[in-house]
Every structure is written in structure tokens, then in C-alpha cells.
């Protein structure tokens, strides 16, 4: 009897198949495999398609010319029809020494072998075909007819949406505890349940994942910033413990009483908020997930008084911790440092100029974005505190162009050398700074002779 594979269509772009025919035509197997096969069977936009052969990478930069030998692993890049692929040797690992990473890697023939490597089940299913014997009529065309190879029941397994590792799941987390991570993040970003005995050994095994390096953990926290609701990822690795060991800083929110939501801790609020995110704004996803991690370490003061102060500083080396990029974290530091602003409608046209000054015209509308999460995850509709009105107003100030950094200014660091014979350094910039501030309150001084005239005046106040 056919099994649920036999009606499965795979259908990858026109270059993959120009890469998979290339390869049987220079006598080697081809298939798809991994995630693309994956997501392909889920009917979701498959990314990457990534291929595997028998061919040795030296035999893949002779098959492809212009190739690139990507790492040790024996990945190969290959561009075709204006987009770039990977092809990979088929290998089989060897002695798990460390729980990061495979520590000795062989090439193999088999692609069953390459599969019984790969992580969870659904991702060890592949569609291609061996090499093909070739015909002894050059005018039979040996081009095979690709299957899919399924020897760990995937396919099952993407149709009850269930993940479950390959072979015994203590193990496989033993050799590489990434493992664990990529399981949460699979789980939130495809909806998919962890099968009981996977999901337990995650629960036992989860202090090994403190030996992977901060590099790859970031990766998955990355991906998993991306799904629809990371917060079914994020309360997989606070049940499992994961939490404790990669995030211990948000681990702490667990438990800490909030009066937002009846019945509800802070880690609630925060999960919520995240959620409440739209799903192509990671930078301020992230900055969700840390805008209140202050709260624990100021529950006394006042309560939670200053939290976005400590917070700022311990998203700061969280972030540094786990090696997320510069500007990233420079941006989410920032949100949440400012995430507490409080609007009030007396503010004056100079009040709004000041705001957009403080949250700096780049972050400004991340920042509005985290505070109708902010208001979502508390319960509140995402408009509350008239946020509605102060955008308005930010907007209509932004539109009117009003000066508001000093590349705007009317004078600029050179004049105030010439005309004032100040010296460059640190105390011009003071000066600058303080012109700014006088434009900011009243946009009509922003005129060379009146910002000289205020300059000169500053430094016999100095004086
Ligand atoms: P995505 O769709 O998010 O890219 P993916 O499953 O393709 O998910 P990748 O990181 O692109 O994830 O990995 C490609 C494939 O390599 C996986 O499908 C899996 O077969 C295998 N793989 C990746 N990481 C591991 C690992 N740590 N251990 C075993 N196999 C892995
Ligand atoms: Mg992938």
C-alpha cells in the first residue's frame, strides 16, 4: 500500500532542478533535503533549498565552476539563475566530544546515513534521486525520476505536526545541545507539538545547553523572534529550563506579581507584550521581551522605580552576552530605557520637540510600537494613553521640519571657530548642545547672527 508519501509533490525552482540535473549528469545523486523538504510538505514558502550528493566537495568545484568551498563541513556554494544554493557532501558524524558540535565529521555514499545525522524527523526527509546508470543508447535520456527518502516516518510526523528527534533524543541532545534550542524554536515558528519523550529529555538535559557557544544560540533566538507567537517557543524553554540556564535575567520575572491582568505575573505581561509585536519588527520584539527586565531587581524601590534605568543596563549585557550585533542592541538598550515616557496634552509644542530630542527621531517609531505592545500586554487597548495624539503631534512637528540635530543648526562647529575663535574640542560641542537646546524651545533663533550672538553669550557666562 502507497504511504502518505506517494502523493507528495515536491516542487522546487527551476535552478535547484538545473543543480540536481548537473549533478546526475556528471554521474552523482542529488535530493533536497532538510527544511526546504520540511516546508515544502507543510504547503509553507520554503527559503533555502538546500542540496545533498555523494559528490566530494573537490568533485563539486570541478561540476560547478565558480563554486565557492564554503567550511570543513563540505558545504559548497553554488550560484544558479541569480540565486545562491548549498550543496553538501553527504557525511555521517562521528564522537560528540563537547555537546557543541560534531567533532569529527566523515563524507559518506548513503543518504540515509546523512539523514540518521540530522536533528528531528521532519527534517531528515529527502526528495532526489541517486546517480543513474548511465545508457548505453546516448539517445536515452538518464535523467531519474526523483522520490522522496523517508526512513525516520517525517512525513507523519509534518502531518500531525509533532517534532520528534532521530533516534534515542537524550543522545542526540548529548552530542549537540543546540539541539534542544532548535527544537523550541521549530516548535513556535512551524506550531508544532514536541513529542513526550523528546520534550523530556530536553527537560533533563537542559544545563548542557550552557556549553554551546553564544553565536549559535543567538541564531535560533533570532529565528525564533520571527514566528507568529514567539511566546509558545519562549514558555517551551522556561518549562523545560532552558530559560534558566540561556536567560536567567528573564527567568526572574517568573513569579514577580504585576496588577495588570488578573492572575497574571510579570513574565505573562512580558510574553504577552512580545506577541503583541507585529511579526517583521525584530528589533522591537526584542526590546518587548526585555522592556521590563528591570522589574525583578527593583521590586522594593518604590515598587519598580528606575526600572527601565536597570533594565537598559541588563538588556545591555544580555545582549552583549549573546553577541547579538552592535546596532541592534544599541537600538533595544535605547527603547527600553526610554520605554516609560508619559504624555501628557499640556505639552507644549517645545514638550513634543523635546520628546522626539530624548527618543531620537530613528527610534521613535519603534518605540510607539512597543508601547501599544506594552498597553496589549496589559490589557489595555494598544491606543491607550492618548498615544494616538502624541503621534499625531510628533508627526505633524517632524512634517514642519523643525530643527532638531545639529547637522540642522544654522551655525555649525566651523563658524563658531572662525567667527568666535573658539577652540575644537569637547567645549564647543557643549556650546553646540546648548544651542540646540534654545532652537528646540523657540525654532525661530535658528538664524546665523542670532546663534552667534547666543554662542558669544554663553562663553562670557563662562567666563
Ligand atoms: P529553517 O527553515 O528555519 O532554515 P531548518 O530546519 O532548515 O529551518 P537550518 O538551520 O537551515 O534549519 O538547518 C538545515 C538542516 O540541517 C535542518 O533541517 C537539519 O536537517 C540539519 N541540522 C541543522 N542543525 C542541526 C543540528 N544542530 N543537528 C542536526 N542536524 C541539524
Ligand atoms: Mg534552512
Redesign the pocket.
Known sequence: MPGPEARIEIHPPASVIALMDRLWAHGHAAYV????V??AILGRP???W?LATDARPDRLLAVFPGAVYENRFGTVAVREGGEGHEVTTFRTDHDYADFR?PHRVEFGDDVVLDLA????TV??IAWGAPAPVPSADPAVESRPAPVLVDPFDGVADVHDRRLRAVGEPAARFWE?A??MV?AVR?AA?LEFQIDPPTYAAIRDNAALAGHVSAERITSELE?LLFAAHPSLGLRLMSDAGLLDVLLPELAAERGIAQNKIEGEDLWDHTLRTLDAVPADRPVVRLAALLHDVGKPTTVDDGPFRGHETAGAEIARRLLERLRFPKLATERVVHLVRSHMFAYEPEWGAAGIRRFIQRTRIDSIDDLFTLREADNVGSGLPADADLLGDLRARVAAELASSVVLDRSRLAVHGDDLIAELGLPAGPHLGGILDDLLERVIADPTLNDRATLLLLAESMLTEDR
Open positions: 533535503v532538510g527544511g526546504s520540511r516546508d520554503a527559503e533555502d538546500d558540535r545525522r540530522r536533528d528531528f527534517n531528515a549537540d543546540l539541539r532548535r521549530l515558528v529565528k
